[in-house]
């Protein structure tokens, strides 16, 4: 459950785009209540977990998750995979349903406070009771303005500059540390006739704001990102345009190709040296072969400023409840489960592993990939979430209208922020 995509999501992983894509509203609010028995479409007490998890790796985990569920007599629980393009947009429709699915991964922080505040989550405080090994930190980021907890934490991951070793040895590159590495490790290859940085647009446009999301903590800092991301900042200020300015030394290095299709296409040319390195969440390798991983090595998004206290993104994935679950007693049951040791070790075991668990008694994957990550983290001095989960589900699509359209006209920076403002004042004040 890495990703979720991250946006953040997932895509590759997490935000895969196959199945029920091309379902409409109605058919996917049918298609949530699957099991047959009842008024509701629900078998007789089931819980349904509405996931966005649709990777081959990922999906298959969860399937796991929940036969391992519903072994243990404390609950029946049915899952329904949805490509998660189509989650996120009909998220909102399915919580404010007559009849909703009673669970759904999803994200912590902003994202989950924003339907708190609106009634549409239920408040699982007792669940919580029962968590007290958990980080203070993720219990905080749990929590709602009205102090109650809303979000369970699954797992968290890391975003990176994620390449194949093998091929930077073939290109007789290496990792950069600085922004000026950067840009010569991107002259290098672009020399060699290889795209420097994959990229995965179609379809998935938010991928772009984890290029606004890191330029803007490297340039002007965690704390004014967060308030940028709650209207307290403004998108048409001078330190936004810097973080386009320097994002345009690097655009000649995008492949081309990128904007046209979506992420998992832009990770197949990863994988398949068609593209040098590539900014994405560790959800990416939900898709990527097993025998692939070994091969899989990151570097954290160079330093600009070094003055700029170190940031990283850190999205935490996990679940939350419709207020409305018509089985609020079991869908608790099904959160604590997903809480345990063991339900989060078989997920890590039965997915790519590339994730840290959120309970800290469970164990990660043994491999010097995710040794490296946890040690990222845990040398930033803060951490981020991502653009969507450090603002809101409405504010996103602002970005990717403004982001994209930066790619595609550069030397339109000016009023593309200007127009950002605008679109983005239309959601901070309803």
């Not at 391992?68 to 404390?74: E, H």
């Not at 900042?233 to 299709?261: I, N, S």
């Not at 939900?286 to 400023?305: E, M, N, S």
């Not at 959160?335 to 668990?357: C, D, M």
Request: contains cysteine.
């Amino acid at each position: 459950m890495s990703d979720f995509d991250p946006g953040r999501r997932r895509f590759l992983g997490h935000l895969g785009l196959l199945g029920v894509g091309a379902l409409g509203a109605g058919s996917l609010l049918s298609a949530c209540a699957s099991s047959a028995s009842g008024p509701s479409g629900k078998a007789a007490g089931a819980v349904t977990l509405q996931s966005n998890l649709s990777s081959p790796q990922a999906k298959t985990a969860m399937e796991q998750l929940i036969a391992d569920f519903n072994k243990l007599g404390k609950g029946t629980a049915t899952l329904n995979t949805i490509a998660s393009e189509t989650f996120r947009t009909q998220l909102p429709t399915y919580l404010t349903s007559a009849n909703p699915p009673d669970l759904y991964t999803w994200y912590a922080g902003s994202v989950a406070n924003d339907y708190a505040s609106k009634g549409l989550l239920l408040d699982v405080s007792d669940v919580w009771q029962d968590l007290g090994d958990y980080p203070a930190a993720l219990r905080t980021l749990s929590t709602d303005s009205g102090g109650k907890q809303v979000f369970v934490p699954m797992n968290n991951y890391w975003w990176g500059f994620f390449y194949r070793k093998s091929n930077f040895a073939k290109w007789g590159v290496q990792e950069p540390k600085t922004w000026a590495d950067f840009v010569a490790l991107c002259q290098t290859l672009q020399g060699k006739g290889i795209p420097p940085i994959g990229i995965g647009l179609g379809d998935t446009p938010w991928v772009a704001s984890a290029w606004f999301d890191y330029l803007d903590i490297r340039i002007n800092g965690a704390p004014f990102h967060r308030e940028l991301l709650a209207g307290k900042q403004r998108f048409d200020d001078p330190k936004v345009k810097a973080v386009f300015t320097r994002w345009a030394e690097v655009l000649p290095f995008f492949d081309p190709k990128g904007k046209a299709y979506p992420f998992q296409e832009a990770t197949t040319a990863l994988l398949g040296g068609k593209t040098g390195m590539f900014l994405i969440g560790t959800f990416f390798a939900d898709a990527a072969p097993k025998d692939a991983l070994g091969d899989i090595d990151f570097f954290r998004f160079p330093v600009i400023d070094p003055s700029v206290p170190l940031a990283e993104e850190a999205p935490t994935d996990g679940f939350f409840a419709s207020a409305k679950s018509a089985n609020p007693a079991a869908t608790k049951a099904l959160l604590r489960y997903f809480a345990s040791v063991e339900a989060q070790e078989t997920y890590i075991k039965s997915s790519s592993g590339i994730v840290l668990p959120a309970n800290p008694k469970a164990k990660a994957a043994d491999t010097p990939l995710v040794a490296k990550g946890k040690a990222m983290l845990g040398e930033a001095k803060e951490l981020t979430q991502f653009f969507n989960r450090d603002s809101s589900d409405a504010l996103q699509p602002t970005a990717d209208t403004a982001l994209t359209k930066f790619i595609d006209k550069p030397d339109q920076i000016d009023a593309i922020l200007r127009e950002w403002q605008t679109s983005a004042d239309k959601v901070f004040k309803g």
